[in-house]
């Protein structure tokens, strides 16, 4: 199995991927009725076993984080998770309810509700783009430290990953988090195809 993918196919996705962070940031102004970013995505494939450091290299080790995961699938199918430290999910909670001191439910109710939109968005426009669909699995949270963000076990599942990866920002409000699509192995080889169909569509 071909899971290298070339420069035009390369182009093709951070130009979709584009597309599609678009879309869910606005959707994302709008809930929060505030300015939000999201930066340039980074493509990279790599060995299931270099998630975790690629991971941690963007987080605090002292602090404690937000995971939320959801899966789909179809052609293209994978997992989309979204991961926010406890203090940008605490500023989240407070600028979406509108409180000084949300509880702890709050906070979780209101990562849960960011991320339903963010996920839907990104996967929904992007196969929208790669004229596909995926059917959506329930979202799953957790709270934990920085070591359990990723489970070995969910590791177990992938040999090859594809990691699309991009960074929210609502830089008044101080809420920040890391979104990271993953996809595998035979899931990769289907990537591919859907986009050689675009660009042969597209360019001709």
């Known amino acids: 199995m071909n899971i290298e993918f070339n420069e035009d196919q390369i182009d093709a996705l951070k130009e979709f991927m584009n597309v599609s962070i678009g879309a869910a940031t606005a959707n994302l102004a709008d809930l929060l009725d505030a300015f939000a970013t999201m930066h340039i995505p980074k493509i990279d494939i790599c060995n299931s076993n270099e998630l975790m450091s690629r991971v941690k290299s963007t987080i605090d080790s002292a602090s404690m984080y937000y995971v939320t995961k959801q899966l789909f699938t179809g052609k293209f199918g994978g997992e989309c998770m979204f991961i926010m430290s406890h203090d940008s999910a605490e500023n989240l909670g407070k600028h979406l309810y509108d409180v000084k001191t949300p509880s702890e439910d709050d906070i979780s109710d209101a990562v849960i509700e960011l991320t339903n939109i963010l996920s ?81 569509e597209i360019y001709g």
């Open 120 to 200: 839907s968005t990104i996967i929904s426009k992007l196969t929208q783009e790669l004229d596909t669909q995926v059917q959506f699995f329930a979202p799953s949270s957790q709270f934990v430290d920085s070591t359990s963000i990723i489970n070995s076990d969910d590791l177990n599942h992938y040999s090859k990953i594809i990691i699309i990866s991009t960074i929210l920002e609502f830089e008044d409000q101080k809420i920040i988090g890391s979104v990271y699509i993953l996809t595998k192995d035979e899931a990769i080889e289907s990537l591919k195809m859907l986009i050689d169909k675009k660009i042969e």
